[in-house]
């Protein structure tokens, strides 16, 4: 059995109280029809908390989710998902990629050869290492960042029911974030003891603080969780209700291709957006087997928004210049919209069909860069979903990344919202002209280029170049942040 969270008992929704009421049961009766709980009545504060877990009781299903409204899914066989008319109510959800970092100082670093590397993380995992040591890692990074600026998010991905299982559903509850589990009865009871346990990843920093990561998923030849084969009911409905769905290359070492294109694929079907970020793990998929190269095919010609650095970019389409490659993604893609660079210190750019976003990085102490690509992306879906303006998007996006690499490590430790308050309102802006007069003036381009305040000063094509003041980007970012809004649905 799975760890469970008791789920909300839903009134009659004809019924008003002069409260909201929003009291605990274990045991819900099931409603032929679709019941909601005003959660809109509570304050923010409450609303954040409301969210639970997905989880079954005497067979009804329940997703709550934050600053909208519960949904119930009655266990009729015979559902249909193509008579369900909710609204997205869930901002983003992440798939796969759920793990425990245990974050430890070493000597040195693990070796490369295969075999010493395992030696060494057996030796690691012999005993449980302090708790302090524990921080929920993967795509929790990215849900933190996601739910600490005001969105509502979901994770969809497998735990297994021991103590680190539990830590990480704890930690998802504690930051309001709900969770949907991949795995069904049949899978867990088809598999090994072994192979259901929640994934570690040892996160080994040595005395120059360079950084090694190994889990059990590397000395394997198949994804961890290899046992899942299809997405459940509860999995289709998450993807279903969720305006942005998240995917990143290191989904790969613990799900299928396979089922990481039914992902995929249903999420095209109910008009959900997918954001694919490769990571380095692009670079191995494309010349990895057939299933992953086509895997890999389809999410760079099916998402919505790309996410890479520079290097990702260029060992994907062979081209040095980030621009190029940006461009080069978006006549491959079908439903792409939008490509954004990553360029490390610089900044970052966002390239459209017609449109080129540019904004320099915050100058920031870096403590830790563990976690700033994850929150990057947070901030990103941020703007998409609140249909913000290319260059506003990018500059949220670099301070919610500037705020994390302030800190030592990912999970709990990401971008807070005060922290990212703090940066927009210091305007302390890389100003690194040469550098991004470098990247604009390689080639003619024919887009609108938009760039964040004086960074651009002296570049040619004056024509198609717009300045922005920092101020009035900031001026724009700092209320939605002082007062979060509820974001307009996304257009399929």
């Known amino acids: 059995m799975h ?23 274990s045991n819900p009766t099931p409603n032929p029809g679709l019941l909601t709980l005003p959660l809109n009545l509570l304050s923010p504060a409450k609303r954040r908390r409301s969210v639970l877990f997905a989880t079954k009781n005497r067979g009804a299903v329940q997703i709550a989710v934050a600053n909208n409204h519960p949904i119930v899914v009655p266990p009729s066989p015979s559902y249909d998902y193509r008579t369900f008319r909710s609204a997205k109510n869930v901002d983003v959800s992440t798939l796969g990629n759920l793990c425990v970092d245990i974050v430890l100082n070493v000597p040195q670093l693990p070796p490369p050869s295969f075999h010493e590397r395992k030696a060494f993380m057996d030796r690691l995992a012999s005993s449980p290492p302090n708790k302090k040591y524990w921080e929920a890692g993967g795509n929790c990074n990215m849900a933190i960042a996601a739910a600490r600026l005001g969105l509502s998010c979901v994770s969809i991905g497998h735990v297994g029911n021991e103590i680190y299982g539990k830590f990480l559903l704890d930690v998802l509850h504690d930051e309001g974030i709900g969770m949907v589990e991949m795995s069904n009865s049949t899978d867990v009871v088809n598999s090994s003891s072994a192979s259901i346990e929640t994934l570690l990843c040892w996160v080994l920093v040595d005395p120059l603080q360079r950084h090694g990561f190994c889990s059990r998923a590397d000395f394997s030849k198949e994804p961890a969780f290899h046992w899942m084969s299809t997405l459940s009911r509860e999995v289709k409905l998450a993807i279903r209700n969720s305006k942005v769905l998240f995917c990143n290359g290191y989904g790969f070492d613990e799900l299928s291709p396979s089922l990481l294109l039914s992902a995929v694929d249903y999420a095209v079907d109910v008009g959900t957006s997918i954001f694919f970020d490769p990571g380095p793990r692009g670079k191995s998929l494309s010349t990895g087997t057939s299933e992953e190269q086509r895997a890999l095919d389809q999410f760079l010609r099916m998402s919505d928004v790309l996410l890479l650095t520079s290097d990702e970019a260029e060992s994907l389409t062979g081209l040095g210049d980030p621009i190029l490659a940006g461009q080069e993604f978006l006549k491959r893609g079908i439903r792409t919209k939008w490509v954004i660079i990553k360029m490390g210190s610089h900044g970052s750019i966002l390239i459209t069909a017609s449109n080129i976003a540019c904004a320099p990085a915050f100058k920031v102490d870096v403590i830790d860069t563990v976690g700033c690509g994850d929150s990057f992306v947070a901030a990103v879906a941020y703007g998409y ?30 971008a807070k919202l005060e922290n990212v308050k703090d940066l927009l309102k210091s305007s302390n802006i890389s100003k690194d ?15 609108e280029i938009t760039c964040l305040s004086h960074m651009m000063n002296g570049i040619g094509n004056p024509d198609n170049l717009n300045h922005v003041p920092y101020d009035k980007v900031a001026s724009e970012l700092l209320p939605k942040l002082e007062h979060p809004q509820i974001p307009d649905n996304v257009t399929a």
């Open 385 to 414: 979903i609140h249909n913000m303006p290319l260059v506003n998007t990018l500059t949220i996006a670099n301070a919610v990344g500037a705020a994390t690499a302030m800190g030592c490590g990912a999970g709990r430790n990401v």
């Open 3 to 25: 760890l469970t969270h008791k789920a909300l008992n839903f009134p009659n929704p004809n019924y008003h109280s002069h409260g909201p009421s929003h009291s605990f049961n």
């Open 433 to 447: 002209t040469k550098f991004w007069t470098n990247v604009l003036g390689k080639n003619a381009i024919a887009q």
